[in-house]
């Protein structure tokens, strides 16, 4: 007994010391990764405000970004925030795999589609905000990769809350312009936010941050309106078990929405917010609370509410949305072809006159 004791202890000793020995081999792997350098060795639309220190250098090999995951710079925690949410999402999936029928089942697409979205958005940020930083035109390919990501994430919304949370009345209303209406506006929105990007050399911030912010505004009020109208309607004597993770989400989202729009702290604490304590970082955090609640929310509603949805929504209804959902996907990739050209032409110019 003795021996098999020592044994593991032995073998729990050789992982601590595998562990500990994980930061020398990275940086046997990588031995000439430069450092980081300040905001004026960068192009000026690389630069966050109020960021002064933490920007990688440009034109460094794919294997300096990659291995940049584990470094320390002022885009660590964009990265492993939504690299973590991803993670948490995917285990969430697999979770309502073994209870849910995502094949068989028309009523349950809505509800894969928001969880697919939701991948997507966090893959697509983790990735730009890992490589966008190689060089201008790898800037511009993976942010706009990043809002059709996002986009993708406000139709996934739009979807589960009219599916799940809308009463009679308002799909009374809506039912034929709803979701129709959404696919327009997240594909403005993703133009927004592209336009933004395309003039981050050119127009001052606030204009950038309007284009971003109003088309996503405008999808986020008419995407929510299901549950805005729900939530003005509970009453504490109402027995609705996902109410609480509706109020979470629509909480979480203004106060993400809030902390994307203002740079708070590294305003008020110019340089000390450079690798830790950025609003964009906040905004993450919160975006993913939002999302696990929205998730959690539209489950208890497939569960709870399956009587009210499938006398509200006709058979092949819900093949009808994923149909919708693959146009937002292919209008969303127009848009980023059509700027990616136009961002290409303007680095070309700049190449041609130096």
Same mark, same amino acid.
């Given at each position: 007994?003795?021996? @098999?004791?020592? +044994?593991?202890?032995?073998?729990?000793?050789?992982?601590?010391?595998?562990?500990?020995?994980?930061?020398?081999?990275?940086?046997?792997?990588?031995?000439?990764?430069?450092?980081?350098?300040?905001? &004026?060795?960068? !192009?000026?639309?690389?630069? +966050?405000?109020?960021?002064?220190?933490? #920007?990688?250098?440009?034109?460094?090999? /794919?294997? #300096?970004?990659?291995?940049?995951?584990?470094?320390?710079?002022? +885009?660590?925690?964009?990265?492993?925030?939504?690299?973590?949410?991803?993670?948490?999402?995917? $285990?969430?999936?697999?979770?309502?795999?073994? &209870?849910?029928?995502?094949?068989?089942?028309?009523?349950?697409?809505?509800?894969?589609?928001?969880?697919?979205?939701?991948?997507?958005? *966090?893959?697509?940020?983790?990735? =730009?905000?890992?490589?966008?930083?190689?060089?201008?035109?790898?800037?511009?390919?993976?942010?706009?990769?990043?809002?059709?990501?996002?986009?993708?994430?406000?139709?996934?919304?739009?979807?589960?809350?009219?599916?799940?949370?809308?009463? +009679?009345?308002?799909?009374?209303?809506?039912?034929? @312009?709803?979701? !129709?209406?959404?696919?327009? %506006?997240?594909?403005?929105?993703?133009?927004?936010?592209?336009?933004?990007?395309?003039?981050?050399?050119?127009?001052?911030? /606030?204009?950038?941050?309007?284009?971003?912010?109003? !088309?996503? &505004?405008?999808?986020?009020?008419?995407?929510?309106?299901?549950?805005?109208?729900?939530?003005?309607?509970? *009453?504490?004597?109402?027995?609705?078990?996902?109410?609480? #993770?509706?109020?979470?989400?629509?909480?979480?989202?203004?106060?993400?929405?809030?902390?994307?729009?203002?740079?708070?702290?590294?305003?008020?604490?110019?340089?000390?917010?450079?690798?830790?304590?950025?609003?964009?970082?906040?905004?993450?955090?919160?975006?993913?609370?939002?999302?696990?609640?929205? @998730?959690?929310?539209?489950?208890?509603?497939?569960?709870?509410?399956?009587?009210?949805?499938?006398?509200?929504?006709?058979?092949?209804?819900?093949?009808?949305?994923?149909?919708?959902?693959?146009?937002?996907?292919?209008?969303? =990739? %127009?848009?980023? =072809?059509?700027?990616?050209?136009?961002?290409?032409? $303007?680095?070309?110019?700049?190449?041609?006159?130096?």
């Amino acid at each position: 007994m003795a021996t @098999i004791v020592m +044994e593991r202890i032995g073998r729990v000793f050789i992982s601590l010391q595998q562990i500990r020995e994980l930061p020398r081999m990275l940086t046997d792997a990588a031995p000439s990764m430069p450092g980081t350098v300040r905001d &004026t060795e960068v !192009p000026y639309y690389f630069r +966050e405000r109020y960021v002064c220190t933490g #920007y990688r250098p440009l034109y460094q090999d /794919w294997r #300096y970004y990659f291995l940049s995951l584990f470094q320390r710079h002022n +885009e660590t925690i964009n990265i492993w925030t939504h690299l973590l949410a991803f993670l948490v999402i995917l $285990v969430r999936l697999r979770q309502l795999a073994e &209870t849910v029928d995502f094949v068989g089942d028309p009523h349950s697409w809505p509800l894969l589609i928001l969880i697919l979205s939701s991948l997507t958005y *966090s893959a697509f940020s983790a990735a =730009a905000h890992l490589l966008g930083g190689k060089s201008e035109l790898c800037h511009y390919i993976f942010f706009f990769l990043d809002y059709v990501g996002v986009a993708q994430y406000q139709y996934g919304s739009a979807i589960v809350h009219f599916y799940y949370a809308v009463d +009679e009345s308002l799909h009374r209303h809506v039912h034929g @312009i709803f979701m !129709p209406a959404a696919t327009v %506006l997240s594909c403005l929105s993703c133009l927004g936010c592209c336009y933004g990007k395309y003039f981050n050399h050119s127009l001052p911030t /606030w204009v950038r941050k309007v284009g971003q912010v109003v !088309p996503s &505004t405008l999808a986020f009020f008419w995407d929510s309106s299901p549950v805005a109208i729900r939530l003005m309607s509970w *009453s504490p004597a109402s027995n609705d078990p996902a109410i609480s #993770y509706h109020f979470g989400q629509v909480a979480f989202f203004l106060s993400c929405s809030f902390f994307f729009t203002f740079p708070l702290l590294e305003r008020c604490f110019p340089g000390r917010c450079d690798f830790v304590g950025q609003s964009h970082q906040i905004f993450h955090v919160l975006l993913s609370c939002c999302t696990l609640c929205q @998730i959690h929310a539209s489950h208890l509603d497939y569960v709870g509410r399956r009587k009210l949805y499938s006398c509200l929504h006709k058979s092949g209804e819900a093949a009808l949305f994923v149909g919708l959902y693959v146009v937002t996907l292919v209008g969303c =990739a %127009l848009v980023v =072809a059509f700027m990616l050209k136009k961002a290409k032409q $303007v680095l070309d110019f700049k190449a041609k006159s130096k």
